[in-house]
């Protein structure tokens, strides 16, 4: 094996840095649609009407027993193509970005929607009957009562998913879409420098999941004091 080469890593910046968007773009989409929809079926599956609670419990169980990468791949190779079949519609000519927010957004609100309901349980049971006695109804009372305790009491746990989720979308390499970890692969791959590019990749992935590791941390030494 010979020396590394590190030299071509400052001609690729600017296509590893559009790879990093597409990271980002992916990350932030999926971490508001997760939220914002585990948060409703943490909801639908914790009320007492047994089809939305079926209905939840369903969704939660079968993305979390199913491999992201499968996901990713049932987004971009059958869902288009299911779609067009339905519906008629000719599909657009590149549908890896939106699949792979799609499928992200979607797999990851299982998770949330664990996270957040362990969070209401949380809130002491009193606090939903104070409430309901001041007049509130069930959705007042979770919007305006119940939710902003149990989302301070998990933003941490919320964070670190969020983490978990930067590193998980290095897989969207299964539709040879160019995120951060597909830029500095074919970089690598073109350029016959694979191992250097996989290995600052991997120092890049490190650094910005580390730090934000101890931003959680150092939040949640706030939240508990």
Known sequence: MGELDWTSIPGALPFLWAGMVTTLEITLLAVLV????????????????????WFAAGY?????????????????????ALLESLFNTPRSADTRLSSAMVAFALFEAAYYSE??????????????????ALGLTY?????MVILPQAFRNMVPLLLTQGIILFQDTSLVYVSSLADFFGAAYKVGDRDGRLVEMLLFAGAVYFLICFSASLLVRRFQKKVAT
Request: aromatic share 8%; proline share 3%.
């Open 115 to 132: 996270i957040i309901r362990a969070g209401i349980q949380s809130v002491a049971k009193g606090q939903l009957g104070a409430a309901s």
């Open 139 to 143: 959705a007042q009372a979770m919007t």
């Open 60 to 80: 939660v169980n079968l993305f979390r027993s199913i491999p992201l990468v499968m996901v990713l791949l049932w987004f971009f190779l059958i869902v288009p």
């Open 34 to 53: 997760g939220i914002v929809w585990g948060t409703l079926l943490a909801i639908m599956r914790m009320s007492g009407v047994k089809l939305l609670s």
